[in-house]
């Protein structure tokens, strides 16, 4: 266990028993971070609050502003998307902005989702929703999306069931009506990869965002070569390879990794998460380009206009963001990271394997990420309660 940022004048008992309580915290978050499934996972019916600190909501963050960033190319793409189904798939598909519908998102493979899935898709449908993933995406973003579902299709080969895992098993629903001005999005839903996107005029909220796989990389079978994650995993390591001897003790909250330790996956919109680890402004400039990359990464899944806005969002906070790391920082080490400010939440996790076989050990073959909006912006929410102050609905 690794000092909690302790002031010099701070007696060593206090630091120690924060420590406990710290990591008491992240012990009791990550049992309770199993979720019940979506038939009955009684957290989506709770008010929506937000990721926050114990300190509560930070206010003032977010504003319905202009942009600049045209979203009209995803907005056409929506439509045609929605045009080219059926009107039974249609009537199951879209839901009203402000549904629940939204939160019973699932990174798992089991629970039973909504909407049209791609395995029911006519391939000219698919075409038209990978249009709108397009249009929404970054090149990169939009590959790792797809690469993701292959490997899912990869794992169905290593388990021996294409019924339970395959690149098909993903669903899309739409939340409103595709429009210049008034808020609508979508969402995409499966095994490892969810991404939930809120459009209001020219403005967008990607989040929250889950990716990961299992295995990471597909070295046989119809879609052997593919790798995902690789990018992510490095310039984290990177980063944490870059701090100095006093930095790292900050930033190491425990030595030793020996399981799960993401808090922000399904069903944990409402989590109480204090910041940990280093904090931007200790950092000097060379460290804090590569945090600002680290966290690229990740924002730059989002079309490259709307990205440059949301980076620098991000980088108005920066020194007020925090790196945290579990686990050992050597090439071969496995880890959890992470990158924590009042704009933006990223979590990188090393985990246990669960299929085609399970491990009491993390590996590097099994990797959650997840990235949030913190302080009630997920889903676009706070930008979403300010429009229905200003307009009668």
Avoid at 55 to 77: H, N
Avoid at 214 to 228: H, N, S, Y
Wanted: aromatic content about 8%.
């Amino acid at each position: 266990m690794k000092n909690m940022n302790r002031p010099p004048h701070l007696p060593r008992w206090v630091a120690v028993a924060a420590a406990l309580v710290f990591c008491s915290t992240v012990l009791s978050s990550v049992h309770a971070q199993r979720p019940g499934g979506r038939r009955g996972a009684p957290t989506v019916d709770e008010p929506f609050v937000g990721i926050t600190t114990s300190d509560g909501k930070q206010k003032g963050l977010f504003t319905i502003e202009s942009t600049g960033v045209s979203t009209e190319p995803v907005r056409v793409a929506a439509d045609a998307f929605l045009a080219g189904l059926t009107d039974q798939q249609r009537q199951r598909t879209v839901f009203p902005v402000d549904d629940t519908e939204w939160r019973k998102w699932d990174n798992r493979h089991s629970p039973k989702r909504q909407g049209v899935g791609f395995d029911e898709m006519t391939q000219d449908q698919r075409t038209l929703a990978f249009e709108m993933l397009q249009q929404s995406l970054s090149a990169k973003g939009l590959k790792k999306t797809k690469d993701i579902m292959k490997l899912n299709g990869t794992l169905g080969e290593l388990a021996k069931k294409p019924q339970e895992y395959n690149e098909w098993l993903y669903w899309i629903t739409v939340m409103g009506k595709p429009s210049e001005s008034e808020p609508w999005g979508w969402q995409l839903d499966g095994h490892h990869v969810v991404i939930n996107y809120f459009v209001l005029g020219d403005q967008v909220v990607m989040s929250p965002v889950f990716m990961g796989s299992e295995p990471v990389e597909a070295k046989q079978g119809k879609f052997a070569g593919t790798i995902v994650m690789q990018d992510e995993q490095d310039k984290g390591l990177k980063l944490i390879q870059m701090l100095n001897d006093e930095q790292r003790s900050e930033a190491v909250i425990m030595n030793r990794k020996d399981g799960n330790n993401n808090l922000t996956e399904a069903y944990k919109d409402n989590v109480k998460l204090d910041y940990a680890g280093l904090i931007g402004s200790k950092l000097d400039d060379a460290q804090k380009e590569a945090l600002l990359q680290l966290i690229a990464e990740y924002v730059g899944n989002m079309r490259e206009g709307h990205a440059k806005v949301r980076m620098s969002e991000v980088e108005k906070h920066l020194d007020e963001t925090y790196f945290a790391w579990i686990g050992g920082t050597t090439d071969q080490s496995v880890y959890y990271y992470r990158v924590h400010s009042p704009v933006i939440l990223i979590e990188f996790d090393h985990q246990r394997r669960v299929a085609p076989f399970r491990t009491s050990e993390p590996t590097r073959d099994h990797i959650h990420t997840v990235v949030r909006t913190p302080n009630g912006n997920d889903y676009g929410k706070d930008i979403l309660r300010q429009h229905y102050e200003s307009h009668s609905h």
